[in-house]
């Protein structure tokens, strides 16, 4: 079959990746996609939320299948899109509807869907500019540290944690009163904080049934030992060695089950990744939020550990036979490691050649922000490149990639040299 991912980053070059290896894969496109997609796919400059683009591309290629990597063009209604178009009816999408994709989308939306359904999740409230004197009298009765959420997509930089009470009513007043966010920050969800140590879970379904895919966990701040601004993802780790059966049982019976049921009970159509990111209180697992798509990096770790053909699997969810199908993985840990632009994730400098590509064996090498300029691969983003190795052990794993990351270089290039260290 043609299929189309959509996506540039880490996470479309893994699913392009895996879904290349596919005997049921003929034509394979990215839209818009990166250096390193481009080597096993034909790349289409064409923008995730140009749907009148995509559906051109969609006729002319005879595709049957997209695979949605980032959340923008799923909260914006790309499932719905193709539902609702005579001629792109029968594509199969992987990803939710408009509607579901709010668990992203909405902070306050995913909140109340938790409280429906009895999910363990962080108490909270949400206020608006015109409750912001509400919002400060609420974070009074709070401990600290302070958590304060802008409920609309803020590109991973939404969320504020603040140790002081007044910076906290400060920074409310910067979300809802000078919009410090934009849109995103019109409402902003305050909660209890959660002391404990995160991990994400994901699960594919196909809104009756579900598989449940390997733990990970990633690191989000810039600097050694978790310090410094929110990243979009460091480097990951899979699976979580302090997950054990006993957490994983309580992760499915108390959450994984209830969200998949809580689709059906609000009529929800979700066919797609659901990322639920948790944290583990004493041995308890609490939900910190919903993605609506795989997280980047950990894409990197878990999609390597899958030993089952994809294309099926994403088959079985689009026809509702996922309940038929059982998963493969690999009993390895597979680390990755992300190599960023100089200065990110604030201004960084694009275009830097990327030297050393050729030298790295024994992992995979995984392309964020990259692109072709006169035959040659160059910085594209903040996240650039991440290298991803297996081994019995997830430490031994981690050497291997922090060995042939010292194959590679372009200018300015940073990496944590301590991913896993906290476990």
């Known amino acids: 079959m043609n299929i189309l991912v959509l996506g540039s980053g880490g996470r479309e070059h893994t699913l392009t990746w895996k879904v290349a290896q596919s005997e049921k894969t003929e034509k394979l496109f990215v839209a818009p996609g990166n250096a390193g997609t481009s080597q096993i796919a034909t790349n289409v400059n064409i923008g995730v939320t140009d749907f009148e683009a995509i559906k051109k591309l969609v006729i002319e290629e005879a595709i049957n299948m997209v695979i949605v990597g980032p959340e923008d063009p799923l909260v914006k209604g790309v499932y719905d899109f193709f539902l609702n178009d005579e001629?792109?009816?029968n594509v199969i999408v992987i990803g939710p509807d408009k509607a579901?994709?709010?668990?992203?989308?909405?902070?306050?939306?995913?909140?109340?869907f938790m409280s429906r359904h009895n999910i363990p999740t962080a108490a909270y409230q949400s206020f608006t500019k015109d409750s912001v004197e509400e919002g400060y009298a609420f974070l009074e009765t709070l401990e600290a540290p302070y958590v304060l959420k802008a409920d609309g997509l803020a590109a991973g930089k939404g969320v504020l944690i603040l140790n002081d009470l007044q910076e906290a009513k400060d920074e409310l007043h910067n979300m809802l009163v000078d919009s410090k966010f934009g849109e995103?920050?019109?409402?902003?969800?305050?909660?209890?904080?959660?002391?404990?140590?995160?991990?994400?879970?994901?699960?594919?379904?196909?809104?009756k049934d579900y598989l449940t895919l390997p733990t990970a966990k990633d690191?989000?701040?810039?600097?050694?030992?978790?310090?410094?601004?929110?990243?979009g993802g460091m480097g990951a780790i899979s699976p979580v060695p302090f997950a054990d059966e006993v957490f994983i049982k309580k992760i499915e019976d108390r959450i994984i089950k209830p969200t998949i049921n809580g689709f059906q009970k609000d009529k929800m159509t979700y066919k797609g990744f659901v990322f639920i990111g948790l944290i583990k209180v004493n041995e308890d697992?609490?939900?910190?939020?919903?993605?609506?798509?795989?997280?980047?990096p950990e894409t990197e770790v878990v999609i390597p550990r899958i030993k089952n053909d994809l294309v099926p699997l994403f088959e079985a969810v689009g026809n509702q036979t996922l309940g038929e199908k059982t998963l493969n993985i690999d009993e390895r840990a597979a680390t990755t490691v992300m190599l960023v632009s100089g200065g990110y994730p604030e201004a960084y400098e694009k275009g830097k050649e990327i030297n050393g590509l050729e030298n790295v064996h024994d992992?995979?090498?995984?392309?964020?922000?990259?692109?072709?300029e006169d035959k040659k691969v160059v910085t594209n983003g903040g996240r650039v490149i991440a290298i991803t190795s297996y081994d019995e052990d997830f430490n031994e794993a981690i050497k291997k990639s922090y060995q042939n990351i010292e194959k590679l270089s372009f200018d300015k290039m940073y990496y944590r040299k301590d991913i896993g260290f906290d476990l």
């Open 87 to 89: 001629t792109l009816k």
């Open 363 to 372: 992992s995979l090498v995984f392309h964020a922000g990259t692109k072709l």
């Open 184 to 207: 995103a920050s019109t409402k902003v969800v305050i909660e209890e904080f959660l002391s404990g140590i995160e991990l994400s879970c994901f699960v594919l379904t196909d809104g």
């Open 219 to 231: 690191y989000k701040r810039i600097g050694e030992g978790d310090v410094g601004l929110n990243t």
């Open 285 to 296: 697992p609490y939900v910190i939020e919903y993605n609506v798509r795989m997280g980047d």
């Open 100 to 112: 579901a994709a709010q668990l992203e989308g909405s902070k306050e939306f995913a909140k109340e």
